[in-house]
């Protein structure tokens, strides 16, 4: 390839491009009002989103405790928390448990349920999506399980499993290391039925019924085939929605361990990755160490929801 | 036949591949479409009808098609609803008919001409689906059944507790339900509210304060981005759309420590504003907003565009009426979220507290105060879910269109 066309091959491009931005800019300029009507959400969203996600990403590198002026230290913080600090690991393991068990767990249990209570008479529907639903908004209604898992006799479970005689002293639910990550298990799928699963229970209803009919005449002949080869395709978007959903809520575990196991927990048993981060964020003000976990929480919820996104394209083809 | 409405209707016609703005006038005896200059485009006799499909939209608009015996179809986008015009007074019925089914259509058109009104009677069996056994109905009942039943039992067990008196409430073995229900709880609560530091009424005017400002300022903004974001293409729209997909994912706890530093950099900390400003922000009424949007039909602001309206003034009389499910949701979903935030980081003032601040520390109490405590559970769950159940079907409406397309 001689120098001559290679020039003109950059000077195409080059005038390509800027045609292209100057064509953006025009477009830009006659839709201003779009820009008009964007700009209130557009400015708090950056002040309150993207704001504290780059500010996080800068602290993670410093040592800054609100009072004094951050103080540059390079990547110590990320050291210190892999190398030097125990807490901060055995809070990732249970984080990692909470998420693996309660995050697909939740998500097919709230698919699955969606799924049967869209199989029933309407107005049994309704109920059970109240039912279904209400656990997750109930506010702190969670506190509950703390006299049904009390440690003393008077615990609901211990006296229903004393009276029959399964054990023989009540156990420590809420303070034994060893209970306390699958009653917070138990707890949080309680609570998994929230936003996705309503998003289900109405993406169900907006599919086409004629398209179950056309499948029926093209051989689909039970309730698995219809749910593989029709309804999962078409509820595509919402499962989308509802894996973004769950991540969320299996990765921000953090009142329900508070509030049932203790802060700090028995030997940091129930401790998780948010339970850390407000450990260092508001009681040691050492910000730029919890601007370093939250960095860190950031980046593993983005990986998450591009692995599901990426498998969700396969399903039902 | 005097009495007989004739029913008009703005809109566009999709007729052979076409778009025709104008007219559609439905009379006892045809329907006809009418362009701008009032030339006839199309017309039916319902002896000629094989099919007739009325999709209502929400609020006012409607898409109507229809198909004739020799397989002419065509469909109109009907934008103001079917405005009744009536030949006894000489005037407009200004109020919008809802659009309805073929049968209820015939049957609204018999009333009007006076004749009987034939009832349908209702099958008392339904067809069942197909491919549906009763063996595995059977056995989804009865799943479901059981795990309603577990997921409901703490909430049971919540409210028994509230309401069952002392005694029982150390009584061994625990029972579910009590034996002698007692509001003596709910009692003790208000008397222990009185004697607090900070009067009980402060504690509840700051959070309905907090819950209706947070949502009012968030609808509007909110619903004001959807708009555009759903309703035009201009450059940078899909990237933004995008980035707040994202940030559904960044629930309060992550962002809260940042956030806690840019409000002490913006001199926020322990004012509403803390509160006030994320609220307005929130990306989920955002998202609903604008997927719900995106479901309007695009004809409906084109027509509003040629008759001269504004962007403003399109978004407000023409948008936002059309999305009123949505705008239920989103006011669900952020007094959800205002009505349960204890504010405990951003407030420090004991008199600009939240109300469920002050009655987790009432719930704190020990053992004293248990009774009081499973009375707080209930007042404070108690609001979010009674929302729902009284808006279930509207939120569901617009959760159909909430999901993400990639």
Wanted: net charge positive.
């Amino acid at each position: 390839m001689n120098s001559a066309q290679t020039q003109s091959f950059a000077k195409r491009y080059m005038t390509m491009k800027s045609n292209k931005i100057s064509y953006g800019w025009s477009k830009a300029k006659r839709m201003k009002v779009c820009y008009l009507f964007l700009a209130p959400y557009a400015i708090l969203f950056f002040t309150f989103f993207i704001l504290p996600i780059c500010t996080s990403i800068f602290y993670g590198f410093t040592y800054y405790n609100i009072l004094e002026k951050p103080r540059f230290i390079g990547a110590q913080n990320y050291i210190n928390l892999v190398l030097q600090d125990e807490v901060f690991l055995t809070a990732v393991k249970n984080t990692f448990v909470i998420a693996v068990v309660t995050g697909p767990i939740g998500y097919i249990l709230s698919f699955v349920f969606a799924w049967f209570i869209n199989e029933l008479p309407k107005w049994l529907r309704a109920i059970a999506v109240v039912i279904f639903y209400a656990p997750s908004i109930a506010g702190n209604a969670y506190t509950i399980f703390s006299i049904i898992f009390r440690g003393d006799a008077y615990g609901y479970l211990n006296s229903f499993l004393l009276d029959f005689g399964i054990i023989d002293a009540p156990l420590l639910w809420l303070t034994d290391p060893r209970y306390i990550m699958p009653v917070l298990i138990i707890v949080i799928l309680w609570m998994s039925m929230g936003t996705g699963f309503l998003s289900f229970v109405a993406g169900f209803q907006g599919i086409d019924k004629s398209m179950y009919e056309a499948g029926y005449v093209d051989g689909v002949r039970n309730r698995w085939q219809e749910l593989y080869h029709i309804t999962l395709p078409s509820m595509k978007p919402m499962l989308l929605f509802g894996a973004v959903m769950s991540i969320t809520s299996a990765f921000n575990v953090c009142d329900v361990p508070r509030a049932l196991a203790g802060y700090p927990s028995t030997d940091y048993a129930a401790r998780t990755v948010v339970t850390h981060l407000f450990d260092y964020g508001f009681s040691r003000f050492e910000m730029g160490y919890a601007s370093a976990i939250a960095t860190l929480l950031f980046l593993v919820m983005i990986l998450c929801k591009k692995v599901i996104s990426a498998a969700l394209e396969k399903v039902g083809t | 036949m005097s009495e007989f409405n004739i029913i008009k209707s703005k809109g566009t016609l999709d007729f052979n591949k076409k778009k025709i703005k104008g007219i559609m006038v439905s009379e006892e005896a045809k329907t006809y479409f009418q362009d701008a200059k009032g030339n006839v485009v199309c017309e039916f006799t319902y002896g000629e009808l094989k099919e007739l499909k009325n999709v209502r939209h929400g609020g006012m608009s409607s898409t109507i098609s229809v198909v004739l015996k020799d397989e002419t179809a065509f469909s109109a986008t009907l934008i103001d609803g079917l405005k009744v015009y009536n030949n006894i007074d000489k005037f407009w019925l200004n109020k919008p008919v809802m659009a309805y089914s073929r049968a209820e259509e015939l049957r609204r058109l018999a009333e009007l001409r006076g004749e009987k009104v034939q009832k349908v009677k209702k099958h008392l069996i339904k067809r069942r689906h197909p491919n549906r056994s009763i063996g595995g109905d059977i056995g989804i009942y009865i799943l479901l059944a059981c795990v309603a039943f577990l997921m409901a039992f703490p909430l049971i067990f919540a409210i028994g507790s509230a309401l069952k008196p002392l005694d029982e409430l150390f009584r061994f073995p625990p029972t579910v339900l009590p034996e002698h229900p007692t509001l003596d709880n709910f009692s003790d609560l208000i008397v222990t509210m009185g004697q607090s530091w900070v009067p009980f009424s402060r504690y509840l005017t700051n959070t309905v304060f907090i819950t209706f400002f947070g949502t009012f300022g968030h609808l509007i903004v909110a619903s004001m981005a959807a708009f555009v974001l759903a309703k035009y293409d201009f450059p940078g729209g899909r990237f933004f759309f995008n980035v707040v997909v994202t940030a559904l994912m960044f629930s309060g706890y992550v962002t809260g420590i940042p956030n806690y530093v840019i409000m002490s950099k913006l001199n926020m900390i322990d004012t509403y504003w803390a509160l006030l400003l994320p609220a307005f922000a929130a990306p989920i009424g955002l998202f609903m907003m604008k997927q719900f949007m995106e479901g309007l039909p695009t004809a409906l602001i084109e027509a509003a565009h040629i008759d001269g309206a504004g962007e403003f003034r399109i978004f407000w009389n023409i948008v936002m009426p059309n999305v009123k499910p949505a705008w239920l949701t989103v006011i669900i979903f952020s007094v959800q979220s205002l009505w349960n935030n204890s504010a405990a980081t951003v407030i420090y003032s004991e008199a600009k507290k939240t109300l469920v601040y002050a009655l987790q520390q009432i719930q704190a109490g020990g053992i004293a105060r248990t009774g009081q405590a499973a009375a707080v559970t209930v007042v404070v769950m108690a609001v979010p879910i009674l929302i729902f159940i009284l808006s279930q079907s509207q939120i569901l409406e617009t959760m159909a269109s909430s999901g993400i397309k990639d």
